[in-house]
């Protein structure tokens, strides 16, 4: 069993930035995804990331804004955001699954979720 823990989020104003962290337990090979969810919303895929970090995938709407990253000594994996706009408010999960090699775009890919962490962005 894996469990991830997310944290960084909170209040920023828009065009500010924030980190997320999550933090894998154990020691696996995991390709990891964020994804978010704001109220009324179903949950929307944002960023995707290989194991070894060499793929990434981003979603239209963060493209050139997120950008995600790794490190595995750490088992912990980030998304940097960067000129945050009110729509980025959501919360944001944390997504696993056991690959050395590819990486995962869709929710029903992922096998483990952390928490969510809240991440407002105030205009």
């Known amino acids: 069993q894996v469990q991830l823990v997310e944290s960084g989020g909170g209040l920023v104003q828009a065009g500010g930035s924030l980190r997320l962290s999550c933090a894998a337990s154990?020691?696996?090979?995991?390709?990891m995804g964020w994804f978010r969810q704001a109220p009324g919303k179903e949950r929307e895929r944002v960023a995707a990331?290989?194991?070894?970090?060499?793929?990434?995938y981003y979603a239209g709407s963060v493209k050139g804004r997120f950008t995600a990253s790794r490190d595995n000594a750490k088992n912990t994996v980030y998304l940097q955001m960067n000129t945050l706009r009110p729509e980025d408010t959501a919360v944001y999960y944390c997504a696993a699954k056991e690959s050395y090699s590819d990486i995962y775009y869709y929710l029903g890919n992922y096998d483990y979720w952390g928490q969510g962490t809240q991440v407002t962005v105030s205009s």
């Open positions: 990331i290989s194991w070894s970090g060499g793929s990434t």
């Open positions: 154990g020691r696996k090979n995991y390709a």
